[in-house]
């Protein structure tokens, strides 16, 4: 069983990444918030992997973080949910948010996920609501950061870091870390000398 790659991120699609593990390539199928984190082609990334074998399929599943796997386990264990499901709700939910929701019952939060209703979000979260809060979460992923509304200094200052070639994950980060230092009315030329030590360092 393949556990983990290592190896450059190839190339990239909607919903998959190709990673060259010397010199062979390894088709992941990831949620949104993993192929983000994995940044550009040519770079050098680990990706935590499940594999799903069926009767006429067996794929590669790839995620950033061993909590993201967890997640992706407990989620395909629910019936109804199948690896294209967990993956969309693992991209529209940080493991942090998915934790909250099953463990406080919010399942208007697990249907905001592509291809889920709210029968099958209220199923998820009652049989996972006694496991959800055990569960590790992986507060670093993109996303992880609260989204920021258009035009605010915290979302023009995740831009700016973007615009100097820092990846979305790190620029998100490091803004996040300098409005939880600074406070979420500081100014944009505060965050941003803040945000830059941290996504340098």
Known sequence: ???KLTGLLDDT???WAIIDVNGVGYLVHCSAR???HLGIRGDRVVVHTEMQVSETDQ???GFASGA???WFRLLTAVQGVGSKVALAILSALTTEELQRACAGGDSAMVARANGVGPKLASR???ELKDKAGGMPTA???PGAVA???PGSASADAVSALQNLGFKPAVAATAVGQAVEELGEDAPLGDLMRVALKKAAG
């Open 1 to 3: 069983m393949i556990a």
């Open 13 to 15: 699609g909607p919903d």
């Open 34 to 36: 993993t192929l983000d």
């Open 59 to 61: 794929r590669l599943i």
């Open 68 to 70: 993201e796997r967890n």
């Open 124 to 126: 998820i979260v009652n």
């Open 139 to 141: 507060p670093g992923l």
């Open 147 to 149: 989204a920021v509304p």
